[in-house]
């Protein structure tokens, strides 16, 4: 990746990064820095919901299970809405479907955020 940001969930130690390339290929995970607090499904829809985004199902795959690496196909096409958000809320299932839900700041004045909007999002 060329360019990469991240942001951390209000609710518990869970980052969203972001990474992108010159070609305009996305990279989009949720990474825990110990270990998510429930057990993870190989492969899941994780919902994810903003203003401009009120509901999409994203598939993604869970490694070590503090990593979730979403299906980068439709995230091209979302994140440039999420992006003019204030804030993700992202749902992840836990094996028994229960979903947990953890809320980044998409503000447009964050730092950490701020290169990816400019080379990635043309904004």
């Not at 951390?8 to 989009?28: F, H, I, M, P, Y």
């Not at 009120?54 to 990593?67: D, G, H, R, Y």
């Amino acid at each position: 990746m060329e360019h990469v940001a991240a942001t951390r969930a209000a609710e518990d130690a869970v980052w969203l990064t972001l990474g992108c390339k010159a070609d305009g290929r996305l990279a989009v995970s949720f990474i825990h820095s110990e270990h998510f607090p429930f057990p993870l499904q190989p492969v899941s829809m994780v919902k994810l919901q903003s203003n401009n985004v009120p509901t999409a199902l994203v598939e993604a795959k869970n490694v070590e299970n503090n990593q979730i690496f979403v299906a980068p196909l439709l995230m091209r096409h979302i994140m440039p809405l999420v992006m003019q958000d204030d804030q993700l809320v992202a749902s992840i299932p836990d094996r028994d479907g229960a979903m947990h839900s953890y809320t980044f700041s998409m503000q447009p004045n964050d730092l950490a955020l701020k290169p990816i909007r400019a080379r990635c999002f043309d904004f």
